[in-house]
């Protein structure tokens, strides 16, 4: 049995809004450059990884036109 220890939980809570964000293409920002975003963050704090997450869309979208709004939640576990 592993024992894993969690720092913070990382959530987007509006669904699949994050991977689902699109650039004028119609590119899919996608699961995977969510987990990198998170992964590049390198950070534990729970203010600063919503914010890096959501620099890391707004590049990636451009300005392509928002058709939701994206909620994210991070919570630090002591």
């Known amino acids: 049995m592993q024992i894993f220890h969690l720092a913070m939980i990382m959530a987007?809570?509006?669904?699949?809004?994050?991977?689902?964000?699109?650039?004028?293409r119609e590119e899919l920002f996608g699961?995977?450059?969510?987990?990198?975003?998170?992964?590049?963050s390198n950070s534990t704090d729970h203010e600063i990884l919503p914010t890096n997450v959501k620099s890391a869309v707004d590049g990636a979208v451009g300005v392509a036109e928002r058709f939701d709004d994206i909620t994210m939640l991070a919570i630090t576990l002591k």
């Open 12 to 24: 987007d809570v509006s669904g699949k809004v994050v991977p689902e964000a699109a650039n004028w």
């Open 31 to 40: 699961s995977e450059r969510m987990l990198v975003s998170l992964n590049e």
